[in-house]
């Protein structure tokens, strides 16, 4: 027999997670007692979320979106095959960035040539899919991060680098400043091994206008 598949958050071990944070955790509790429970917020696993997380990175959630449409337009689809026959000869003029158009299109040869298998990253822990995620250029430990958190719904990742994270951390643990990626690291170790279920708490009153 193999291991078992890594654990997976659903609505009901989301909320499993938050009573039990709840109970630990005052400043969270407070959160939910003002907000309820946050989303699940889950996306589906696999190539096209991966490309949407990288075109996410420094800019608006609307801007993402636009830049996938842009994506969709010149390419056809979000698959690796139709991102390497597009080329940059197709991406560039959709008004995708240089940077962005030679991340993506390295990934989608990894995907191509075999490098990145996310249906097997789906099944390795989280450290192994982590480190597989961090080999390709254009993917830094924000967008693995919030990969394995959002699509694959493991539940014990604290995605460093997000400021909208870490501005609601320092507004419920009533802190001077907004914590660096040491700190907030060093703080979330109270909600392990629960830490992306207190990201979804935390998110979800930055959401609500808490600042």
């Known amino acids: 027999m193999g291991d078992d598949p890594p654990a997976r958050l659903d609505d009901d071990a989301l909320h499993a997670g938050v009573d039990r944070l709840v109970a ?33 990175q420094q800019v608006s959630l609307r801007s993402a979106e636009a830049a996938m449409g842009r994506l969709v337009a010149a390419a056809g689809e979000v698959s690796a095959t139709a991102i390497v026959a597009a080329g940059p000869e197709r991406l560039l003029p959709a008004g995708l960035t240089r940077q962005k158009t030679r991340y993506l ?38 967008t693995a991060d919030i990969y394995l958190l959002m699509a694959l719904g493991r ?32 703080m979330a170790e109270m909600w392990r091994p629960l830490r992306a279920v207190a990201a979804r708490i935390l998110w979800h009153s930055y959401l609500a206008g808490e600042r």
Do not use: C, N, Y
């Open 24 to 56: 630990s955790d005052t400043d969270l509790a407070d959160i939910v007692a003002r907000h309820g429970p946050p989303p699940l917020w889950a996306r589906e696993p696999g190539f096209a979320t991966l490309v949407h997380i990288i075109l996410e």
């Open 105 to 142: 299109l390295g990934l989608s040869q990894g995907v191509l040539d075999g490098r990145l298998d996310l249906d097997a990253l789906a099944l390795a822990d989280d450290q192994t899919a982590r480190h597989q995620l961090l080999g390709f250029a254009g993917i830094g430990p924000w």
């Open 155 to 186: 539940p014990d990742i604290w995605p460093v680098g997000d400021l909208a994270l870490a501005t609601a951390m320092r507004s419920a643990k009533r802190l001077p400043d907004v914590p660096g990626f040491d700190e907030q690291l060093a």
